[in-house]
């Protein structure tokens, strides 16, 4: 059975499972509801130890509560350290590097990041759980952002946005190759801050200022959030997720800054009118998110599309009542308002309860 | 050998994007330069960077252009040749939101340095203002903006100390003002902000010797002369190059 397992997060996935049912049938046992038979219950402990040992041994997996704890801690710790070093690696090669030529300069710049990918992958086959895999693919990325700045700098060459792309396709390679979310996020942003300078310096504009476009990040967002609705991720199942939250947190932050200020929009019409509908559309984009992750059962779509409800109400509220309403009643207001939504949310829950709906 | 496809891609990325990034620098200094000038300490800020052992100049262009009493230095005509929609009048109460509206662009600008246009807005500025402009030394004045580099070439064929550059410029409405005891009345008008030219300049060996050994970084106030002359050679994507650097 493990043999069709495809990936760390699946067999993770398994691990958790296999842990609930054997809680659950404890629990059962001891409210004397489900008894097994002293037979059944050992070849159940027996099946459920030796596959979780085989899911541990094969994939290094958390298979108790504290290790799961810790492993959080080592993913903060590794990402933490990653950037740290990478901080320090960029400084110790800008303290240094002004005392050599030219082409030692470049030269270094270059065998940085090789460096880096050759520990990358050295530090993978040593271990499974990929902290150091991934800190050290943290530092390669960091290398070559420093090596074609690096190179620019020296030659005086004038910036372009193709430079977000190779490092945004760099990553996005390193993130597939050793599984790592992080760097698919950091890819994902990359590459979509290269859409958006594309877009601005095809108009004529400077690339550099694609972060006052937001119509850019709403489409660029909508495509990412729609990547694995078309692209099969067999065996990074856990990537999915990271393009959904990822593109989602993109659209979501370019609808409410173009909701508050739409002086930068590309429609022609009123700043006023084009917030409004940008309010509106928010809204609607927002709650037809939440049912869509409802019945797909992606919690990380509905969380966000909640939270950015939440923002567009609140938004609406305070343009509508703030200056004219007694900040006492208006905080009042919001509260009220606030309980009136758990109480709805709760009916709508209430609703995916087969046993209440019954 | 598939199992180190993407490996092999990543490292491929590597030295397939510095390759691309310095076969431009190489057709850059390649063929005949755009321009080739010396400009002094005024226009090349040198700043010192304990964490940075590379030397970098910074260009800096006059900020006297966009002086309230300083004449505008292009025609509204040349500002809408660069893409800007000039269709409302600076006067109008619609004026500050629709140009405030308008992103920056990209366009290529001729500077020339202590030229005409210079001494003609620095005339311009009463006493005190100049006092305050000379902060900033550099004399190096915006004087012709265009979409087409070779429209700017051709029109500033043969003439010395001028240098075209790609930039990043914005519209920006100036309100009228009536006149009173010290100033002239202006009517509103329109003025392009020049937001950025390529102004990080590197210093290779063996010319950053030089700087390292400066004691002081910037011209003191008493100073009759510059503290360095450096030659720069821009190629054919207007990228500079340091060819000579003279310190008195």
Redesign the interface.
Known sequence: MNGDLLSRAEAQRQADRIRALRDSLAQLQRDRILILTPDQRAAFDAWSAETLQTLAARFDIDTTDSQKRLSLGLRIASTLGGLALCAALILFFLRFWGYVDTPFQVVAAICLPLAALAATEFAALRERTLYFAGLMALISLGCFILTLSAIGRVFNIISTENALFAWGLFALLLAYRYGLRLLLAIALGLLVSFGSATLSGRFGYQWLDFSNRPENFVVLGLIVFAIPLFLVHRRRSDFPPVYRLAGLFVFYIATISLAEWAGQSYFPAGVKFIERAYEIFGLLSAGAFIAWGIRRHWDGVVNISSAAFVIFLFCRLFHWWWDWMPRYIFFAVIGAIAIALVFAFKRVRSHFNPEAAA | MKKYA??A???L???V??AV??I??AR?RSGPPTAVITLSSDELVFTRDT??????LQLQISHLYHDPYAPAWLPPAGIAAL?FDTSIHPDDTRAL?HY??Q????AFVAFEVGGPAYQRALAAVDEPRRQGITANRSRLFPVDASLNAQQLHARYAGRAGVLIL?A?VRVLPETSWSATATRAARPARLNLAV??V?S???V??PF?QSFRVLPVTARPENSPQPLYHVTLRYGR?????ITAVSVP
């Not at chain 2, 964490?51 to 970098?56: A, E, K, N």
């Not at chain 2, 992103?103 to 990209?106: D, I, K, P, Q, S």
């Not at chain 2, 994507?237 to 190059?241: D, I, L, W």
């Open positions: 993407s490996l891609a990543a490292g990325l590597v030295l994007s510095s990034t310095l431009h620098a850059n964490d940075d052992s590379g030397i970098l893409g939101d405030r509206r992103c920056a662009r990209r790609p990043v937001i950025e390529p990080q300049i590197h290779p060996l950053s994507f207007y990228e500079p190059q």
